[in-house]
């Protein structure tokens, strides 16, 4: 079975760090490019962070210096580490393919709860 299972989420002050992990079944991570999205509170799903199949790292310039996206290709998973968290990068967040025609449904995701 295809899927795609989030985690890691949590409250954390501003400035605080959590690492979003997202664990694959039925298809190889390494084989497609992968990517994390942020679903903020009332607004739409958009990529954060993007890796390529060779291994090559793409972020949104809002995350730039703040957030690494990771590949363990032998536990077949994705990971965010999210440094210096902001109040803006509250929300759900999901991994799934990068390429809209190859995308997979999308999980539960995780919430990440940024406040003071």
Known sequence: QV???ESGGGLVQPGGSLRLSCAASGFTV????????????GKEREWVAIMSTGGSAHYVESVKGRFTISR???KNTLALQMNNLKLEDTGAYYCNRHSPQLR?????????TVSS
């Open 72 to 74: 363990d290709n032998a």
């Open 3 to 5: 899927q795609l299972v």
């Open 30 to 41: 390494s084989n497609y490019w992968m990517a994390w999205y942020h679903q903020a509170p």
């Open 104 to 112: 997979l449904s999308w999980g539960q995701g995780t919430q990440v």
